[in-house]
């Protein structure tokens, strides 16, 4: 499966980004989709994840939504209100089964797209 994300730029603080990421494979529903972010110096964490059901990591909750459809093989992540600490390059990953927290846990990854959020 390959993964192409997109969608990244440059923001002011409080404003919003979509960002998209397009799988090349049939079986696309069968697949738990996951954004993740990582800062320069920082490890990679999970911000958002679908599979029967979202979740989201704490920090986002409220400001950022994640979306999938299955017709176009894409998953979105709706970033709103961003903060200059959403900084980071933005990942999408794919797994098997449920979604999972552990980076480790994700078969397949896209490139990586950066969001750079100014004060």
């Known amino acids: 499966v390959q993964l192409q994300a997109s969608g990244g730029g440059l923001v002011q603080a409080g404003g919003s980004l979509r960002l998209s990421c397009a799988a090349s494979t049939r079986t696309f529903s069968l697949y738990s989709m996951g954004w993740f972010r990582q800062a320069p110096g920082k490890g990679r964490e999970l911000v958002a994840a679908i599979s029967w059901s979202p979740y989201y990591t704490d920090s986002v909750k409220g400001r950022f939504t994640i979306s999938r459809d299955n017709a176009k093989n894409t998953v979105y992540l709706q970033m709103n209100d961003l903060k200059p600490e959403d900084t980071a390059v933005y990942y999408c990953?794919?797994?098997?089964?449920?979604?999972?927290?552990?980076?480790?846990?994700?078969?397949?990854w896209g490139q990586g797209t950066q969001v750079t959020v100014s004060s």
């Open positions: 990953a794919a797994r098997g089964g449920s979604y999972a927290l552990e980076p480790s846990a994700y078969y397949f």
